[in-house]
């Protein structure tokens, strides 16, 4: 069987598809990018450090990346069964608890880093 080599321009195409149709269909999607962006301009506000960019961003990119991968796994899932096959469930359920941890975890980031940086600017540390 022969293989067909795609070019990096056609590779790269295609990821921007996945990402452009996974923000326009995925009201989820739309709301971590926007609290990204929530959490971005609250960090320039307050000055955070490199490291603290990092950790943030790292977050934000855990957050969406999930995101990403629950939305392609419902897609996959919906075009292979219609009906409610309790083993399909399993899996969305799986792939949404994913998104919830990795959701859970840049907040908990997102409130060490920036909570610091407010208690440190009211005084309170």
Request: with cysteine; proline share 1%; glycine share 8%.
């Amino acid at each position: 069987m022969k293989t067909i080599r795609r070019s990096w321009a056609s590779k790269f195409a295609d990821a921007f598809r996945g990402l452009s149709r996974a923000f326009r269909t995925q009201s989820s999607f739309f709301v971590h990018v926007w609290a990204a962006v929530a959490v971005v301009v609250a960090a320039a506000v307050l000055r955070v450090s490199l490291v603290e960019w990092c950790l943030l961003a790292g977050a934000i990119g855990i957050v969406l990346v999930a995101e990403t991968f629950n939305t392609a796994i419902e897609s996959l899932a919906r075009a292979l069964d219609v009906g409610r096959h309790p083993r399909i469930r399993d899996a969305l359920d799986m792939a949404s608890a994913g998104v919830l941890l990795s959701a859970m975890t840049a907040a908990v980031i997102g409130l060490i880093v920036l909570g610091y940086r407010v208690g440190a600017l009211t005084g309170c540390w």
